[in-house]
């Protein structure tokens, strides 16, 4: 396969990546020296065939709980993934309940940043457990761009960046794990005139109920809430 080997070595911080990626032309269109359009060749960024983060500080600790090896691929391009990972003598084996705890993290943030009315966030929280879910019963692994896509038909990328932006360290492809997947869920409910729900793995965190008092305190109040409850005052 053609194309440019692109390789960096990258320090953020105390961190340091070793990054790799295949790059590939696509014809596109510049401005000349007349301001005329002329053709000109460009870099295609938007569909990199493969592209690798080596976690150096990870790989030489051999620590299980975080993977020191990620990548980001156009689909179809798991053999490619896997070869090359076979050339670097490296393994991208990942803790699926582990993983499947941190997009359900993700989830949890997404919507709460995102304010989303109640019946909107059941929604997209069916989505994506029956995406998991299904995934899970194939022996499939889950794909954030296509989960993403489920999760907001109308902005199909926004859960996909909220991840990225958010550096969870989530692969591009996570294995789903069913049991995780089986004890998330949603607390709902409505009462003179108040109504709450919160994701299930937030109970004894930052929601607690007071079963002696019969009340729910609330550690974590949503952004857009504490907005709306300071202009009152």
Avoid: C
């Amino acid at each position: 396969m053609g194309g440019h080997l692109l390789v960096v070595d990258h320090r953020q911080g105390e961190a340091r990546y070793l990054i790799m990626a295949l790059l590939h032309h696509r014809e596109g269109f510049g401005i000349g020296e007349q301001l005329e359009i002329v053709p000109s060749r460009q870099l295609n960024l938007s569909q990199m065939t493969l592209g690798a983060r080596l976690d150096i500080g990870q790989w030489h600790s051999g620590s299980a709980s975080h993977p020191y090896l990620s990548y980001t691929r156009d689909r179809g391009g798991r053999k490619l993934a896997d070869a090359f990972a076979e050339v670097l003598g490296a393994s991208e084996s990942l803790d699926a309940s582990q993983e499947t705890r941190t997009l359900l993290k993700a989830f949890s943030d997404y919507v709460e940043n995102e304010d989303l009315p109640e019946e909107t966030s059941r929604e997209k929280t069916d989505a994506l457990i029956d995406y998991a879910s299904d995934q899970a019963s194939r022996g499939e692994p889950m794909t954030l761009e296509e989960l993403s896509e489920l999760v907001d038909e109308q902005q199909p990328k926004a859960f996909y960046e909220h991840i990225r932006n958010s550096d969870y360290g989530l692969a591009p492809e996570i294995p789903p794990d069913k049991r995780t997947l089986k004890a998330f869920k949603r607390f709902t409910g409505r009462a003179a005139g108040v109504s709450i729900s919160f994701d299930s793995h937030l109970l004894g965190a930052a929601v607690e109920y007071d079963e002696e008092n019969d009340r729910l305190i609330i550690k974590q109040v949503p952004t857009g809430l504490r907005k709306q409850l300071r202009k009152e005052e």
